[in-house]
């Protein structure tokens, strides 16, 4: 049965976590074009946007924010405070990037400031995966994700389009001018400033507001239906559960930093800056859809089942990306992206919730976020980067060295899938037996 909650606790979740999807459309959605195609930066040093600033993020999640917020159990402080001093750091960022003359230089310089800003968003990070764990029963955080990544698909959206927009001042200004003159970042910055303000009505968090932690068992992982059994998984099954969601979500995400480049080519699409926001839009209506269905999914399928679901989807995805013949084909295919992370995002964290012992949230959610968020810039730093650059090098035309690019991430995906599959087909003959 659902305890009842104050309507302050889902309205403070929605709103903040529509405004936290709103500035990542806004500043991620033209990044990696703006380092690319204004500073100059090549495929490979344009993922480090996301590689650097993730591995210091997840070391403090692990060793610093993931062991307090399990020592003094507060969740809301730790996420206003993030969420405020990432803010400023944005503002920071944009003044220390404008005044470096130097375009490379500058580039470096948004990497860099963004890996300090991430000490402060690592805050957030952990708190909000341990805040709705203490406050949800495991029976409820698919359909409590799914709603959330639909409110926050709905802000992105939005952040998307005002990117689009703020790029090129709507076609008034020159290419980048959003980053270059300061609009972006200040828009980014107010933000997150804004964003705390719902969580001022909400209560802490911590094991003592925590509702699946009064000693009874959690769900079973990957079961349809209400039915409970005791959790069996040690932290050698979570650990490869994770292996396997790093390397799904690695190939899928490694296409956030380059994707924008590769319709960006003149002699490619030659996509404009509206065509790529309605694109991100497109993707995003699909995680809407995909949230607001997950409580009945998961009801009827699983997380198990909907986690190799939104894999295989993915794997798809990229695989079709590579072949694409026209512009208008991407577009479906992006509604095939927002299908495969809507079901991911909400079922790999109702599964992994039931895998966490109560007392264990901060530790264990910090290796649950440190997988995910490594996940961003992995492949595409290591693998994906380096294949379109070195292809580039040799005389491969840029149009075919991305897809071969995105053929590349296509596989690390479908590796992932192959190591989720008998993870859930061990774990299903435990509960059998």
């Known amino acids: 049965m659902k305890s009842a909650r104050p309507a302050s606790v ?12 709103f500035r990542r459309g806004v500043f991620y959605t033209f990044l990696g074009v703006y380092l690319r195609a204004f500073l100059g930066l090549s495929v490979t040093e344009t993922t480090l946007f996301e590689t650097i600033p993730m ?3 997840i070391v403090f999640q692990t060793f610093v924010w993931g062991r307090l917020a399990d020592r003094f159990q507060k969740r809301k402080t730790l996420i206003v405070w993030g969420e405020l001093l990432a803010g400023a750091g944005h503002f920071l960022l944009w003044f220390l990037h404008a005044q470096t003359t130097d375009p ?4 470096w310089v948004i990497i ?6 991430e000490v402060f968003w690592s805050m957030s990070n952990i708190g909000w995966s341990a805040y709705i764990s203490d406050l949800y029963e495991p029976a409820e955080r698919s359909a409590v994700q799914g709603k959330l990544a639909s409110v926050g698909g709905f802000g992105r959206m939005a952040g998307a389009l005002t990117g689009g927009w703020l790029y090129d001042r709507a076609g008034t200004a020159y290419a980048g001018w959003g980053f270059r003159e300061g609009a972006i970042f200040f828009t980014v910055g107010a933000v997150m400033l804004v964003s705390v303000l719902p969580f001022l009505a909400m209560p802490e968090g911590g094991m003592a507001r925590s509702r699946g932690s009064g000693g009874g068992p959690e769900l079973a992982p990957g079961a349809p239906g209400p039915q409970r059994a005791p959790r069996a998984e040690g932290f050698g099954s979570f650990a490869f559960f994770l292996v396997a969601m790093l390397l799904i979500n690695s190939g899928v995400n490694s296409l956030v930093a380059v994707k924008a480049q590769f319709l960006d080519l003149a002699e490619g699409f030659a996509a404009s800056a509206r065509s790529i926001s309605m694109m ?3 993707e995003s209506i699909a995680l809407v859809t995909a949230g607001l269905a997950m409580g009945a999914l998961s009801r009827r399928f699983g997380n198990g089942t909907l986690m190799i679901a939104g894999a295989t989807a993915g794997v798809g995805y990229l695989a079709a990306y590579a072949f694409a013949p026209n512009l208008g084909v991407l577009f479906p295919l992006s509604a095939l992206k927002g299908f495969s992370e809507g079901l991911l995002l909400a079922s790999s964290y109702a599964y992994a919730s039931t895998m966490i012992p109560p007392e264990k949230r901060g530790r264990w959610f910090a290796a649950y976020n440190a997988a995910f968020m490594l996940s961003w810039g992995l492949a595409a730093t290591l693998v994906t980067g380096p294949v379109i650059d070195a292809l580039i090098a040799s005389g491969t035309a840029a149009t075919t060295a991305y897809r071969i690019g995105f053929l590349s991430s296509a596989a690390i995906s479908l590796l992932g899938l192959g190591l989720l599959a008998i993870l859930l087909s061990g774990t299903r003959r435990n509960h059998a037996g």
């Open 55 to 57: 591995i210091l993020n």
């Open 280 to 282: 991100a839009n497109v």
């Open 112 to 117: 860099w400031g963004l890996t300090i800003i």
């Open 10 to 21: 889902i309205i403070g979740l929605s709103s903040f976590q529509a405004l936290a999807m």
């Open 104 to 107: 490379k230089t500058s580039g």
